[in-house]
């Protein structure tokens, strides 16, 4: 689904990530560790094409395809969807309305009311939202968590095939957890991936990932499953690090 | 001098009016008007709410006496597509008036916004609230508050807000598959008809 290779990323001159690299089977769910303002989100960003980002070197490949040279729309269309660690609000842009130009951006046909409407008040439901957050501003006055709530709503109205989670768990309670985390695996088959960021393990409870990866100095340091996340809950990275060493010796 | 009264109704402003007396309970329409100049009277414990939505007309200049107990609320959104001069002017005289001017607008070219509102001594409990957003694409905007204020127990709140549409935002359209071109006629939508949603206005303008 996606291979990163030998990656470097810039912003305002100052390289985030370098010589970064990390590949993604389809159906796989994989997580990404490491302390703050190591470059978690930077990867995510890059990934959907922000244009502050600088790819400096290296490739990234989705879906076989040079992803570098799509622009954002287009991975989007391309299944590329990312549920950022800070959503924004638009005030006065509902929710149907963007949702319904997005659909109709993707599909090239006409958003249909009645069935628009339809699946979109199953999702609320499934989600555990109120309906009237179909009509509501995108994220606009709503809690953190509620924001997390509506980028999913978003999430399985547009049907990507890679998701990024920059952070889902914060913000949310232990039952939003628990809803949302079991509403993405039911979403997953083995025709979709998830990238899980994450500074704790209980979101990884639900979603079990097949490969924990730990970001540092630029790129990926090591790379385990589930135990290494649990590693890192218990000791923290700093205590990694010695380990890390250790087995050099 | 062209002049309608309102007495509890509803109504859409006809061509060629230029002063409003307003008794009892009413709403105004102005749908593209080419009003260039309207003066509205209000009755002791009269109420009116104005929409006034205008994309592209001419220049106006609204001026609104209220002399005690009387409730406006002027609501309009427009889009200057040319330059457009926009003067709103509220006198309050007398006790307990509140007067509500809220606007969105879209500037392609120059947008000038004067809100003046003058109380005058003697009243009491008067209330005065401005909230001006201006979203410039490709144009520039500039609104003058001016307050006069002479009574005692006042209630004046101004706020306004220029700005272009923010690259984050822009970012999370495109990353929702929506084009740029599609995205700003999104917030541009929101701006225009945001505030008459489900308002039997909407169905009049969209
Ligand atoms: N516009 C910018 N200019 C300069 N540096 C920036 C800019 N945006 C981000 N950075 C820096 O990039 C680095 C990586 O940030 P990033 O948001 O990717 O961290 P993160 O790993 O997601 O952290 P956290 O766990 O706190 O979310 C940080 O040091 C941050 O300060
Ligand atoms: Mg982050």
Same mark, same amino acid.
């Not at chain 2, 005690?68 to 457009?84: L, M, P, Q």
């Not at chain 2, 822009?170 to 225009?192: H, P, R, T, V």
């Given at each position: 689904m996606l291979q990163i290779e030998h990656l470097t990323v810039s912003i305002e001159g100052k390289v985030? =990530?370098? +010589?970064f690299s990390l590949s993604i089977k389809k159906g796989e769910i994989a997580c990404l560790m490491g302390p703050n303002g190591i470059g978690k989100s930077t990867i995510c960003k890059v990934l959907m094409g922000d244009p502050h980002y600088k790819v400096e070197a290296g490739s990234i490949f989705y879906k076989g395809e +040079? =992803?570098?040279? =799509?622009?954002v729309v287009e991975r989007s269309h391309k299944g590329i969807y990312l549920v950022s660690q800070n959503p924004i609000s638009i005030e006065g842009v509902t929710n149907a309305e963007m949702l319904r130009a997005a659909l109709e951006s993707k599909t090239g046909e006409k958003s249909n009311f009645f069935e628009f409407n339809k699946k979109a008040k199953a999702i609320c439901e499934k989600l555990d939202i109120p309906l009237e957050f179909i009509h509501r501003g995108v994220n606009e006055g709503m809690s953190g968590g509620e924001k997390k709530k509506n980028e999913l709503l978003h999430l399985y109205l547009l049907e990507p095939d890679l998701i990024l989670l920059d952070e889902l768990d914060s913000g949310l309670d232990i039952d939003s957890l628990k809803t949302l985390s079991e509403s993405l695996s039911q979403y997953k088959t083995k025709e979709k991936s998830i990238l899980i960021i994450t500074h704790h393990i209980s979101i990884l409870e639900y979603l079990h990932p097949d490969t924990v990866h730990i970001l540092k100095n630029g790129r990926i340091i090591n790379s385990g499953d589930y135990n290494l996340a649990k590693k890192i809950e218990a000791d923290g990275f700093s205590a990694y690090e010695v380990c890390e060493e250790e087995t050099y010796e | 001098m062209n002049k309608l009264l309102m007495d509890g109704e509803k109504k859409t402003l006809d061509e060629g009016i230029d002063v409003v007396e307003v008794k009892g309970e009413n709403i105004l329409y102005l749908i &593209? &008007?080419?009003?260039?100049t309207l003066k509205i009277y209000m009755e002791e414990n009269a109420t009116l709410t104005v929409y006034d939505f205008c994309l592209g007309g001419k220049n106006r200049q609204i001026e609104v006496f209220q002399n005690g107990h009387s409730k406006i609320a002027y609501i309009h959104s427009f889009k200057a597509t040319k330059n457009y001069h926009f003067t709103y002017l509220v006198n309050l005289r007398g006790n307990e008036n509140v007067n509500n001017i809220c606007i969105r607008g879209i500037s392609n070219s120059e947008a000038t916004l004067n809100i003046e509102g003058n109380v005058v001594e003697g009243g009491k409990n008067n209330e005065l609230n401005e909230d001006i957003k201006v979203l410039t694409v490709g144009g520039s905007a500039s609104v003058s508050p001016i307050l006069n204020v002479s009574a005692l127990e006042t209630l004046a709140n101004h706020t306004t807000a220029i700005s272009n549409i923010r690259e984050d935002v822009l970012f999370y359209f495109l990353s929702k598959g929506i084009d740029s071109k599609q995205a700003i006629e999104l917030i541009e939508n929101s701006y225009l008809y945001g505030m008459f949603k489900n308002t039997e206005f909407f169905n009049m303008i969209k």
């Amino acid at each position: 689904m996606l291979q990163i290779e030998h990656l470097t990323v810039s912003i305002e001159g100052k390289v985030i =990530l370098r +010589d970064f690299s990390l590949s993604i089977k389809k159906g796989e769910i994989a997580c990404l560790m490491g302390p703050n303002g190591i470059g978690k989100s930077t990867i995510c960003k890059v990934l959907m094409g922000d244009p502050h980002y600088k790819v400096e070197a290296g490739s990234i490949f989705y879906k076989g395809e +040079d =992803l570098v040279s =799509l622009d954002v729309v287009e991975r989007s269309h391309k299944g590329i969807y990312l549920v950022s660690q800070n959503p924004i609000s638009i005030e006065g842009v509902t929710n149907a309305e963007m949702l319904r130009a997005a659909l109709e951006s993707k599909t090239g046909e006409k958003s249909n009311f009645f069935e628009f409407n339809k699946k979109a008040k199953a999702i609320c439901e499934k989600l555990d939202i109120p309906l009237e957050f179909i009509h509501r501003g995108v994220n606009e006055g709503m809690s953190g968590g509620e924001k997390k709530k509506n980028e999913l709503l978003h999430l399985y109205l547009l049907e990507p095939d890679l998701i990024l989670l920059d952070e889902l768990d914060s913000g949310l309670d232990i039952d939003s957890l628990k809803t949302l985390s079991e509403s993405l695996s039911q979403y997953k088959t083995k025709e979709k991936s998830i990238l899980i960021i994450t500074h704790h393990i209980s979101i990884l409870e639900y979603l079990h990932p097949d490969t924990v990866h730990i970001l540092k100095n630029g790129r990926i340091i090591n790379s385990g499953d589930y135990n290494l996340a649990k590693k890192i809950e218990a000791d923290g990275f700093s205590a990694y690090e010695v380990c890390e060493e250790e087995t050099y010796e | 001098m062209n002049k309608l009264l309102m007495d509890g109704e509803k109504k859409t402003l006809d061509e060629g009016i230029d002063v409003v007396e307003v008794k009892g309970e009413n709403i105004l329409y102005l749908i &593209h &008007h080419q009003v260039e100049t309207l003066k509205i009277y209000m009755e002791e414990n009269a109420t009116l709410t104005v929409y006034d939505f205008c994309l592209g007309g001419k220049n106006r200049q609204i001026e609104v006496f209220q002399n005690g107990h009387s409730k406006i609320a002027y609501i309009h959104s427009f889009k200057a597509t040319k330059n457009y001069h926009f003067t709103y002017l509220v006198n309050l005289r007398g006790n307990e008036n509140v007067n509500n001017i809220c606007i969105r607008g879209i500037s392609n070219s120059e947008a000038t916004l004067n809100i003046e509102g003058n109380v005058v001594e003697g009243g009491k409990n008067n209330e005065l609230n401005e909230d001006i957003k201006v979203l410039t694409v490709g144009g520039s905007a500039s609104v003058s508050p001016i307050l006069n204020v002479s009574a005692l127990e006042t209630l004046a709140n101004h706020t306004t807000a220029i700005s272009n549409i923010r690259e984050d935002v822009l970012f999370y359209f495109l990353s929702k598959g929506i084009d740029s071109k599609q995205a700003i006629e999104l917030i541009e939508n929101s701006y225009l008809y945001g505030m008459f949603k489900n308002t039997e206005f909407f169905n009049m303008i969209k």
